[in-house]
């Protein structure tokens, strides 16, 4: 949901609670983020990921994409904000043991309801669809 306070901040006090004067409009996504839910997880031995099953998947490449830039590469957009902090922004404490180091390799094959199908490949952070 879009809100004042940032993409990805969250409030000390209650890191699972978005107050209400926060929210701007809680049907629209952040500028950059691909959607309101996504639905990758990382798997529990933290090298996969996988669909968590909760409901139709929208988007998976741009979810990727999403997660590799804003989380996980070095130089990726958390590690900048991180390095100069915003003001009026919380931070979980999980944040400052982020490595952003991280390079993702692997394919997914997406199989559609009516047989359709195709590929999100990752190379060396770099997504494509074919």
Known sequence: MLRHS????????????????????DSEPPAGQPGLSCQWAVGSDGWELSWNHHSRFYSGGPWIRYLIDTFWRPGCALQAEL????????????????????????????????????????????????
């Open 6 to 25: 940032g993409p990805y901040s969250t409030p000390a006090e209650q890191p699972l609670w978005i107050p209400d004067a926060d929210v701007i409009n």
């Open 83 to 130: 390095a100069a902090r915003l003001e009026g922004r919380d931070y979980a404490p999980e944040f400052d043991e982020f490595t952003f180091d991280h390079v993702l390799n692997g394919e997914i094959k997406v199989t559609e309801e009516d047989g359709t199908s195709w590929l999100i490949k990752v190379v060396d952070n770099v997504v494509s669809e074919t």
